[in-house]
């Protein structure tokens, strides 16, 4: 489990980003609310130790357990489902002493641990852009994809997904197989969303629906926009260098009023924009995108392909995540619950990112010898 590594291989850098990323979270979630401030301070420490523990962790041990990883993670979505709380007609969360554990996060990495494993050894054997490979590809997916669309969870469905397709292309998919699935997958992307829009369709729940057309015809669910359309506000009424962590008491802020409900989580950017302005949004924006380059980095002087398709897996999902949060709070994308990795509040999502930058910097610490 444990092996031999040379000090001078620890990104260090990318440790202290992540780091910092976190503790600044922990300020945005207390200007958001301070209720939540010492669970976050918690999991920022456990997060920290949840990674140094990962880093010492040869990542090969997780291929050759690849099977019993997927097997876990078919266990606890199922288990949601059967024993979860249900919050605002889903259920994605188990509550133990206290905190909310919601599996969908910790699988969305396991699964990245798992096919990392599944695709590394597809590649060996030539397999990647073969039927064989491919439909065990798909036929890995689809399971836990179903789960946590039956939650509903159709962000994290979509985000999952993503990343499992970005890591296939990754590992070498032809474009000759690209070009095809695009031919497919376009023409059925526009009849999905003319049945969306049927009276009787069974594909998506009622509020899934209006969030899509809200955002394709925002004119016409003006009252369905109310918290995107607060967002925005707030981030906008930062201007250039915000409004500080404590702002003038007697001056009403998004934040002050509760004007976006439970802000701490998925429209945590929108603190961050109203706290810190445009330059302060920058800056975390850039924050992010160095994190998701070391990694892609990490990724590039690996040492084999296992390795590789980690931390690639990893640059996909803070990417995709990052995209998909921003983008919500900002109006550019479909109202949806998604966490800003490392700043919104969530333990899930910390301790499971956590985990994921641990492998990260063990593939870094075993890096291809020239």
Not at 254 to 269: A, H, K
Request: charged share 10%; net charge neutral.
């Amino acid at each position: 489990m444990l092996k031999r590594y040379r000090l001078k291989d620890y990104n260090f850098i990318l440790l202290i980003m992540v780091l910092g990323l976190m503790i600044f979270g922990v300020i945005c979630i207390n200007r958001a609310d301070s209720d939540f401030t010492m669970k976050q301070a918690i999991g920022v420490a456990g997060a920290f130790v949840i990674i140094i523990v990962f880093s010492l962790l040869d990542y090969h041990m997780f291929f050759e357990l690849k099977w019993l990883i997927y097997v876990f993670i078919l266990v606890i979505l199922m288990a949601v489902l059967f024993f979860g709380v249900n919050v605002n007609n889903a259920t994605r969360w188990f509550t133990i002493a206290g905190f909310t554990f919601q599996p969908s996060e910790l699988a969305k990495v396991l699964m990245i641990v798992f096919m990392a494993g599944l695709l590394s050894k597809l590649k060996d054997e030539d397999q990647i852009s073969r039927p064989k490979g491919l439909l065990l590809f798909v036929a890995s997916i689809v399971p836990p994809a179903f789960l946590i669309f039956q939650e509903p969870d159709l962000s994290t469905t979509i985000c999952t997904i993503s990343i499992m397709l970005l890591m296939l292309y990754l590992a070498g998919l032809s474009y000759k197989i690209i070009f095809i699935a695009l031919l497919i997958i376009i023409p059925l992307a526009g009849t999905f969303m003319w049945y969306i829009q049927q009276p009787d369709q069974k594909l998506l729940n009622g509020y899934q629906v209006d969030r899509i057309l809200t955002f394709l015809f925002p004119s016409e669910h003006m009252d369905m926009n109310s918290q995107q359309a607060s967002s925005v506000m707030a981030i906008g009424s930062g201007q250039l260098f915000g409004k500080g962590l404590t702002p003038d008491p007697d001056v009403v802020t998004v934040s002050s009023s509760r004007m976006i409900s439970e802000q701490q989580t998925d429209f945590i950017f929108s603190v961050v924009g109203e706290a810190f302005g445009f330059v302060g949004s920058v800056i975390v924006i850039a924050i992010i995108l160095f994190i998701v380059l070391q990694c892609i980095r990490i990724a590039r002087r690996a040492k084999d392909a296992g390795g590789m398709l980690l931390a690639g897996g990893a640059a996909s999902l803070f990417a995709i995540q990052s995209f998909i949060n921003i983008g919500v709070t900002t109006a550019l994308l479909p109202n949806t619950g998604i966490p800003l990795p490392f700043i919104s509040y969530g333990l899930s999502s910390l301790l499971s990112s956590a985990i994921m930058i641990g492998i990260v910097l063990n593939v870094g610490m075993q890096p291809e010898r020239y």
